[in-house]
């Protein structure tokens, strides 16, 4: 369908036999539909605060398109359908309870499909979004201290710095699908460790592109 299109409007073929080309318009654009998922799990262990914080975000991002001559623009956001924080501290005389996490920033994905009549090539930036990390820790004599951060988004940012952005919206560019086609059409697993100064942390990330036509 999408080689058709372009085709069709690279040969000047609108309007005649009866083609229509809004009506391709449309019926590619019902066709052209996906659905990024994404499940992000991410262990950070801060060693001078004695800390762990586990992260666990997942959810569906639809995606929509326009096309721009043989390209196809991707572009979605939403907000992450399941969120999971848990902190914890082993600091002797010190304990922290109350965490909890919302969603401050949404997942976002855009990018671009090429088809040039030989192998597709997929260009798809992701961004995960940011949580407002909340929690309290009280340390032996001293009152209680409500913390409030938002280390998730920093922290797949940075397991994901050498991926350059594809965008202008600055999402990582993710590179290295295995595209399968059908209607799970691509699909990219990532298993890392990173250290940032005080902070390492692990990221085990799954993105599935489905494809989901509407009617």
């Not at 229509?20 to 992000?40: G, I, M, N, P, T």
């Not at 997942?58 to 969120?83: I, M, T």
């Not at 192998?119 to 940011?130: D, E, I, K, R, V």
Request: with cysteine; net charge negative; proline share 5%.
């Amino acid at each position: 369908m999408l080689r058709w299109g372009a085709v069709a409007k690279q040969k000047g073929l609108y309007g005649r036999a009866g083609l229509d080309e809004q009506a391709v318009e449309d019926k590619l654009r019902r066709c052209v539909h996906f659905d990024l998922d994404f499940d992000v799990f991410i262990t950070a262990v801060v060693s001078d605060q004695e800390q762990v914080a586990t992260y666990h975000v997942g959810g569906s991002v639809p995606l929509s398109f326009k096309r721009d001559g043989s390209y196809f623009l991707f572009g979605g956001e939403k907000a992450p359908s399941s969120v999971t924080f848990t902190i914890s501290t082993s600091e002797p005389g010190c304990a922290i309870t109350g965490s909890s996490a919302t969603v401050a920033v949404p997942a976002i994905a855009s990018g671009s499909f090429f088809d040039s009549g030989g192998p597709a090539q997929l260009a798809l930036g992701f961004s995960p979004g940011f949580l407002t990390e909340k929690y309290t820790i009280k340390c032996r004599d001293s009152p209680p201290e409500q913390v409030t951060e938002s280390n998730f988004g920093v922290y797949y940012g940075i397991s994901h710095s050498d991926e350059a952005p594809t965008t202008t919206t600055g999402v990582s560019g993710v590179r290295g699908w295995k595209i399968t086609g059908g209607s799970t059409y691509a699909q990219i697993t990532f298993d890392r460790t990173r250290v940032d100064g005080a902070t390492s942390f692990t990221e085990k990330t799954t993105l599935t592109l489905r494809h989901t036509p509407q009617p």
